[in-house]
Nanobody, 119 residues
Framework: QVQLVESGGGLVQPGGSLRLSCAAS????????TGWYRQAAGKGRELVAL???????NYGDSVKGRFTISFDNAKNTGYLQMNSLKPEDTAVYYC?????????????WGQGTQVTVSS
């Protein structure tokens, strides 16, 4: 059984920073991509950032230049460094990891962590 455990959310003032972590545990053979998504109250889930096993990254337009995604292979842990936070970044943040084996894609999701940006 694979579990993703997120940490690092909380309350921060506008302009502040937070770093989210997503640690994978269990029988996960390989992680081919890691992503962070967010869902604000009353809105749908949106992509924040993606990183694949080659290190290529992709960011949502609203976070480009402010957020940085990374992955530590030795620790099977993904990170999202969030700088210059804005009130509109307030949401529940979810991590996702994809494992591709024999052409079959398996998605794993974290439990979500609340990020609130407010003065």
């Amino acid at each position: 059984q694979v579990q993703l455990v997120e940490s690092g959310g909380g309350l921060v003032q506008p302009g502040g920073s937070l770093r989210l972590s997503c640690a994978a545990s269990g029988s996960i053979s390989s992680i081919n991509a890691t992503g962070w998504y967010r869902q604000a109250a009353g809105k749908g889930r949106e992509l924040v950032a993606l990183i694949n096993d080659s290190g290529s990254t992709n960011y949502g337009d609203s976070v480009k230049g402010r957020f940085t995604i990374s992955f530590d292979n030795a620790k099977n842990t993904g990170y999202l460094q969030m700088n210059s936070l804005k009130p509109e970044d307030t949401a529940v943040y979810y991590c996702n990891m994809k494992s591709v084996k024999s052409g079959v894609v398996t998605d794993y999701w974290g439990q979500g962590t609340q990020v609130t940006v407010s003065s």
